[in-house]
C-alpha cells in the first residue's frame, strides 16, 4: 500500500487552523467531592488572593507592613463588588426590568469592572486614612496588583459562557453553547474573556517596569493602570456582542473608558518627570 506524502510543517498548522477552537466548560460550577462551588465567584477569589500576594511583596519592597495588602483588600473587595454590581445595573437596566431580585444574583455574572474600581478605592482610602498610608504613594504600590486580579477573574466568563464577542472562524475562536448564543447559528466567537486576561497580564508587566525603570510622582503608575485598562476595553467592547445600554448608538461603556482614557492620560502626562519623595519598589 502506497504511504500518503507527510503534510510538513505548514500542512499541519493549516490543519490545526482548521480544526482548532477552544472549548467552553459545560458547567458553571466545579465540583470537588461533595462540594460544589461557582467557578464565576472561585476565580474572583482566586484573583484577589493573586493581588494580596502581590501588593504584599510591593509593600514589603517599600518598606511598608505587608499586613496592609490584607487589610486593604478586606475593605476594598467588599466594597468592590457592591460597586461593580450597581455599576452593570445601573448601565444594563433595561435587562433587570421585570425581574429586579436578579439584580443580587452576582454569581450568574455581570461585574462592572469601572465599578468596583471607583467604590474599591474610595473603601481603600477609608483605610489609608485610618493607618496614616500617604495615599498616592499606596496607590501606586496596589496599582499592579489591580490588573492581576481582573486578569484571573475575567476566567469567569469563561465559565458562564458570557460576554464573549463577534462570530469568528479563527482558530482560537470560543466554542458557545447553543443555550447562550441568543439565537445566533454560529458556533464559534471571539475570546473576549481571553483577550482582556491577556492584556491585563501584559498591564502588569508594564507598570512594574515602568516603576521600576523611572521614577514617577505618586499616583503616576495609578494614572497608568487607568489608561492601559481603559485603552484596552476600547477594542475589546468594540468586539462584543452582548446587549448593552448605548448612547448615541455606541455602547455606554465606549464613551465611559473614552472619558477615562483622556482623564487618565493627562494624569500621566502630569506625573512624567518624577519626584523624590516616589516610592522606590524594585
Known sequence: MRRAAPLGWWGSVACVAVLASLPSPGS???????????AYGLMIALGVIAAVWLAAKRFEQAGRSPDHATGLAMWGVPAGLVGARLYHV?????????????????????????GGVIAGGVAALFYMRK???????????MAP?????????RWGNWFNQELFGRPT?????????????????????????????????ALVVVLLRVHRGGKLKPLG?????????????????????DTATEVGGLRVNLWVFGLLLV???????WSL????????ID
Open 28 to 38: 458553571g460550577a466545579i465540583e470537588l467531592g461533595p462540594l460544589t462551588f461557582r
Open 90 to 114: 445601573i448601565t444594563d437596566w433595561r435587562s433587570f426590568q421585570g425581574r429586579w431580585f436578579d439584580a443580587v444574583k452576582i454569581w450568574e455574572g455581570g461585574l462592572g469592572i469601572l
Open 131 to 141: 493607618n496614616n498610608l500617604r495615599i498616592g504613594e499606596t496607590f501606586d504600590v
Open 145 to 153: 496588583a489591580v490588573p492581576l486580579a481582573q486578569a484571573i477573574g
Open 169 to 201: 472562524t479563527l482558530p482560537w475562536g470560543l466554542e458557545i453553547d447553543a443555550e447562550h448564543r441568543s439565537g445566533r447559528p454560529e458556533e464559534t466567537y471571539h475570546p473576549t474573556f481571553l483577550y482582556e486576561s491577556l492584556w491585563n497580564l
Open 221 to 241: 503608575l495609578s494614572f497608568l493602570y487607568l489608561a492601559g485598562y481603559s485603552l484596552g476595553r476600547l477594542w475589546i467592547e468594540a468586539i462584543r456582542i
Open 263 to 269: 482623564a487618565s492620560g493627562v494624569g500621566v502626562v
Open 273 to 280: 518627570g518624577g519626584d523624590d519623595e516616589a516610592v522606590d
